[in-house]
C-alpha cells in the first residue's frame, strides 16, 4: 500500500527545479525593464520570467497569467515549450498583446 501512496503523492506534487541553472536564493537580481512611451508601465523582466518559469514547471506544462498586461510572462512561457494562457482586463492593452503574441509565434514557426 505504501508503493501506491508513494506514487500518487509524487504524481500530485508540485515540481520545483534548483540547478546551477536555476539557483534557489533568497534575492534575484534582474534588470528592469526600461520604460517608454507606449510600452507597458510595469513590465518584469524576461530573464526573471523564465527563472521562475523553469523553476516551478516543466516543459508542456500550462503557465498562466490573470494579469497579462504586456505579455512577457507569455512570452517567456512559450519562449520555454510551454502552454500559456493569459487575462487581460483592459481590452486596448489586450489586443496590443495578443498581437506582439501572435507575432512572437509567427516568428517561432518560420523558424
Same mark, same amino acid.
Given at each position: 500500500?505504501?508503493?501506491?501512496?508513494?506514487?500518487? /503523492?509524487?504524481?500530485? =506534487?508540485? /515540481? +520545483?527545479?534548483?540547478?546551477?541553472?536555476?539557483?534557489?536564493?533568497?534575492?534575484?537580481?534582474?534588470?528592469?525593464?526600461?520604460? /517608454?512611451? *507606449?510600452?507597458?508601465?510595469?513590465?518584469?523582466?524576461?530573464?526573471?520570467? =523564465?527563472? &521562475? &518559469?523553469?523553476?516551478?514547471?516543466?516543459?508542456?506544462?500550462?503557465?498562466?497569467? +490573470?494579469?497579462? *498586461?504586456?505579455?512577457?510572462?507569455?512570452?517567456?512561457? $512559450?519562449?520555454?515549450?510551454? =502552454?500559456?494562457? *493569459?487575462?487581460? $482586463?483592459?481590452?486596448?492593452?489586450?489586443?496590443?498583446?495578443?498581437?506582439?503574441? =501572435?507575432?512572437?509565434?509567427?516568428?517561432?514557426?518560420?523558424?
Amino acid at each position: 500500500q505504501y508503493a501506491s501512496l508513494l506514487e500518487e /503523492y509524487k504524481s500530485l =506534487r508540485r /515540481y +520545483f527545479s534548483v540547478s546551477a541553472a536555476v539557483p534557489y536564493t533568497d534575492v534575484w537580481t534582474h534588470r528592469p525593464v526600461q520604460y /517608454y512611451p *507606449g510600452k507597458h508601465p510595469c513590465e518584469k523582466p524576461a530573464d526573471m520570467l =523564465r527563472q &521562475i &518559469i523553469e523553476a516551478s514547471s516543466r516543459p508542456g506544462d500550462l503557465v498562466a497569467d +490573470f494579469f497579462m *498586461g504586456s505579455g512577457s510572462t507569455i512570452k517567456a512561457a $512559450l519562449s520555454l515549450g510551454r =502552454r500559456a494562457i *493569459g487575462i487581460e $482586463l483592459e481590452s486596448e492593452r489586450f489586443e496590443q498583446t495578443v498581437s506582439e503574441i =501572435r507575432e512572437v509565434l509567427a516568428c517561432k514557426a518560420g523558424d
